[in-house]
């Protein structure tokens, strides 16, 4: 492609709403252009690289007997009641009615539609296990997109949907996946690492995150250096250890205690002079929960320990909740408490359901709100002074606290999604009577394994982890061109153009991928953009190395400049290329599913 030709434009500078990296960089280089809040639209080169993102994946999924195929984005409501994701998920989903009054969805995902195509198609055990993949359009109404292509309201996924017989083939199948997805990845140029993970509204038994580690992540891992243990915050467990001097410690009688306008754990632990592992936290929550097929609310009070911070993914998953909010102030007073100075000690137990976390029975003589303005008690003590109605880990783990493998300090960082798989189970074919006869003759409902991955949200964390102070440096593997040919000719040298003509004709009829910089712009400006677009490979072409039969050659990933000979270029850049292609592949990971 000639430059001259190319629809496309690059900025100096970022636009001022452009708050991460990759977004700038994206903008800069002219991949993509901003529609509205959380919808892009991909320009030549930024769809070069999406495509070629997309075929690793589809050579990867086909490796493993994925079979392509392609789902509406508009999908029937009915679908979505029969497994009851119309009613579990908010505003994120969106919602629409056609002409006719029939209720619609644009499709976040594909489990309703994919499960009921298998049900109709697959009649029996003969036909499983089976792989069906697709990568489309989704949307999701994200109440606040960020980051560019990180977070967005409409994305492109490849998600593949695996059925089978029983628990037995989705388990040998799963690491099948897991290995692939580590493929795709590496192929890309990006490393990742797999973390546990939460179900969360997929449901199902076993789910793997696959992050990019990079400090513009939402997500917080923790890792164990020693043992290898990963998982994400969400779902992290480490070991909890009460004080020694506390083992023994027998309860001692409640105490008042004025603490005027210290409604804060650090506020407290400094007046009292003690440490915030000897207090307790009161937290307030609103749970919406099924009873009977109907919604209802319920309050919950949750108490840690004052050096904990509450997982709410945990108590979710713990109360079978299907969402969480604060409570208000009058709906905590409602129950007896106070804000800032709450306990679980003297509230109304029949509006309330009490959630402890399994640490605070092991931790004696706590001292906690007294329920009343400027009031806390000492010496309170689980089970003698409340009965809580479920005691479970409702924590988070953080840096430091101990491996739950091994007891050494976990590390925490940052990173971002770019695929997850899961092990569903039976939770659609069920919903969706999506059945086949087994080898006795019986009805059994498929089970079904979901695969997904972000296209623009890979593009994305590529750049994250591969660019410089002039701007992306791609792998080669997915660049949206392979050699960046400058031509440095002016009107003295017509030879250099028709060198560097020569030389296009020459790579583009070997295959070689390449952007030829024609353009009647300074040499300065041609060299920016090449440094900005992040092109693996430079060659300049001008007036002194066509006099000495040479071209200029330099990588974006180094500094060097060599000379290679104008007679046998091809073949030179080439072998470049190869060179380039091997180093990428060298890196992709093979890791066992642990």
């Known amino acids: 492609m000639r430059m001259s030709k190319l629809f496309f434009q ?10 991460i990296l990759s977004h700038q960089l994206m903008l800069r280089a002219g991949l993509v252009r901003q529609v509205g809040a959380g919808i892009f639209e991909y320009l030549p080169m930024g769809l070069r690289v999406k495509k070629k993102i997309e075929q690793i994946m589809r050579e990867e999924m086909d490796a493993i007997d994925g079979q392509e195929i392609v789902m509406p984005v508009v999908q029937p409501a009915s679908l979505w009641k029969r497994t009851g994701r119309w009613y579990e998920i908010g505003d994120d989903l969106a919602r629409l009615t056609d002409r006719a009054g029939r209720e619609l969805v644009l499709a976040m995902t594909h489990e309703e539609v994919i499960t009921e195509l298998a049900g109709g198609v697959i009649n029996s055990y003969r036909q499983l296990p089976v792989m069906l993949y697709q990568i489309q359009t989704k949307f999701r109404d994200e109440p606040r997109p960020r980051g560019g292509l990180i977070r967005v309201r409409e994305f492109t996924m490849k998600d593949g949907y695996s059925f089978h017989p029983d628990i037995a083939s989705l388990d040998d199948y799963y690491p099948l996946v897991y290995q692939a997805y580590f493929n795709i990845f590496g192929r890309a140029g990006l490393d990742v690492i797999a973390v546990e993970s939460d179900t969360g509204m997929m449901g199902g038994t076993m789910a793997h995150e696959f992050m990019a580690l990079t400090e513009v992540g939402e997500d917080t891992l923790l890792l164990c250096d020693k043992c290898g243990y990963k998982a994400n915050r969400q779902v992290a467990t480490f070991v909890k250890q009460t004080e020694d001097d506390r083992a023994e410690e027998a309860p001692l009688p409640l105490e008042e205690v004025a ?36 919604e209802k609310e319920q309050f919950v009070f949750v108490v840690v320990r004052g050096d904990m911070e509450l997982n709410e993914t945990k108590l979710t998953n713990a109360l079978k909740a299907r969402q969480l ?215 300049t072409i ?14 974006r990933n180094g500094e060097e400049i060599r000379e290679l000979p104008l007679d046998d270029i091809v073949k030179q850049i080439q072998s470049v290329e190869d060179a380039e292609t091997a180093a990428v592949l060298a890196k992709v990971i093979t890791e066992s599913l642990q």
């Open 10 to 19: 690059t900025l100096r500078e970022a636009p001022a709403d452009a708050d």
């Open 259 to 294: 603490t005027p306008d210290v409604d804060t754990i650090a506020a407290l632990a400094g007046f009292l002079k003690v440490p915030e592992s000897r207090t307790a936290k009161a937290l307030f929550l609103v749970a919406t929960m099924e009873e009977d097929g109907e």
């Open 325 to 539: 909010r604060p409570a208000q102030t009058e709906e905590i007073r409602a129950v007896g408490a106070e804000p800032g100075y709450g306990s679980p000690v003297g509230i109304c137990r029949d509006a309330v359901l009490l959630v402890v976390d399994d640490l605070i029975p092991d931790s004696p003589n706590l001292v906690a709100g007294a329920n009343r303005d400027g009031w806390h008690l000492r010496n309170v003590n689980c089970e003698r002074d409340y009965e809580p109605d479920l005691v479970v880990d409702v924590v988070a783990a953080a840096d430091g606290h101990p491996c739950p493998n091994c007891r050494a300090p976990l590390r925490a960082v940052r990173g971002v999604e770019v695929g997850n798989i899961f092990k569903l189970g039976t939770k659609y074919s069920q919903a969706m009577d999506a059945t086949f006869l087994d080898e006795d003759g019986g009805s059994t409902p498929m089970v079904m394994g979901c695969y997904g991955i972000g296209s623009g949200r890979l593009i994305a964390s590529a750049i994250e982890t591969n660019f410089d102070d002039n701007g992306i440096v791609w792998p080669i593997t997915i660049a949206p061109y392979q050699l960046y040919l400058v031509s440095l000719a002016t009107r003295r040298t017509p030879e250099v153009a028709e060198a560097a003509d020569r030389i296009y004709m020459q790579l583009q009829e070997a295959g070689v991928e390449v952007l030829y910089d024609d353009r009647d712009e300074r040499a300065g400006v041609k060299f920016n953009d090449a440094d900005l677009l992040g092109i693996p490979i430079r060659l």
């Open 542 to 555: 001008g007036a002194r190395g066509v006099k000495s039969g040479v071209a200029e050659l330099k990588l």
